[in-house]
């Protein structure tokens, strides 16, 4: 759409529904504060990094401890990831166009981003982390009781119930949306 016809569109509406609508851009200063904290994680995946390097050159990290700060960072990237979704998809479905159509960079999955594939895809990130931090406790099972190791698992059997019906439900969505 080009500015005169956004303009336009723009003086059409009235004041209240205006006043509504620009509301959105109140989710501006939440989508920077994001930003700072993907910074905050980058920031931590070199400390871990240089951490891991510095064990490595002491040559006293057994395999285990190896695995865990390697889980760690694995685990810093998919947070990360899943920042840079809730960033760019929550602008683009909630605040503004980014119009990067035609940018060679442009994320695969940004063509097709709605509020239900975001939440879809939001889930399975948080699925991959929760599966992440259980296997850093099931590596170091005997430093946590039974009780711990339980609740960490029907947790995130939880998370992946609720995003099994969170893609059922967008399915459905989908499906009669088709038909309409």
Do not use: C
């Amino acid at each position: 759409m080009n500015d005169d016809k956004l303009a336009n569109v723009d003086k059409k509406l009235r004041p209240l529904p205006r006043w509504i609508f620009m509301s959105r851009w109140l989710q501006a200063p939440l989508y920077i504060g994001l930003i700072v904290a993907q910074g905050v994680y980058v920031w931590q995946f070199w400390l871990e990094l240089v951490h891991l390097i510095s064990m490595m050159a002491d040559k006293s990290m057994t395999e285990t401890a190896l695995m865990l700060i390697v889980l760690g960072l694995i685990d810093v990237v998919m947070i990360s990831n899943l920042l840079v979704m809730v960033i760019v998809g929550g602008w683009e479905t909630f605040v503004s166009r980014l119009e990067l159509e035609n940018h060679p960079d442009q994320p695969e999955w940004l063509s097709h981003v709605n509020a239900g594939v975001l939440k879809v895809k939001l889930a399975t990130a948080i699925i991959g982390i929760s599966s992440i931090h259980l296997l850093k406790t099931f590596i170091n099972a005997a430093s946590y009781d039974e009780k711990t190791l339980m609740w960490q698992t029907l947790i995130h059997i939880t998370f992946v119930l609720s995003a099994v019906a969170i893609a059922y439900t967008e399915k459905l969505v989908a499906s009669s949306q088709k038909h309409h």
